[in-house]
């Protein structure tokens, strides 16, 4: 996934979020999932998801030195972090989102919704 911005708006994927988009992502519950989280930006965004955590290992493709598990990370300006995704928790269902977790870029769209299948 990849943040952008410009000066309309702050977007995941090139899409800025609406209450009554379709998810951009599905996911089976059960599963894990890479996820390479670009920032084409320049400046630092948190990415937060809901009700899962994820493994974040590698910051601008070189290996992070003690992984931890997390529910947000921040993606460097320019760069990337790869994270892998785990939805094994059998209690997650339905729609869920994943964001900017800076309020300001949130609220103008770098916002978008995953859901456990
Ligand atoms: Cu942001």
Same mark, same amino acid.
């Given at each position: ?41 320049? *400046? ?14 590698? *910051? ?45 870029? *949130? ?11």
């Amino acid at each position: 996934m990849t943040f952008t911005e410009d000066k309309n708006g702050f977007y995941i994927n090139g899409k800025k979020f609406t209450p009554d988009d379709a998810p951009m992502v599905r996911a089976k519950v059960g599963s894990f999932q890479h996820w390479q989280v670009v920032n084409a930006t320049g *400046e630092l965004h948190p990415m937060h998801i809901h009700q899962v955590h994820f493994l974040a290992y590698a *910051e601008n493709d070189k290996p992070i030195a003690n992984p931890v598990w997390l529910d947000t990370v921040n993606v460097p300006y320019g760069g990337s972090v790869d994270v892998i995704m785990d939805f094994t928790e059998p209690v997650i269902r339905g729609m869920s989102v994943f964001h900017c977790h800076l309020l300001n870029h *949130e609220d103008k769209g770098m916002m978008a919704k995953i859901l456990f299948e």
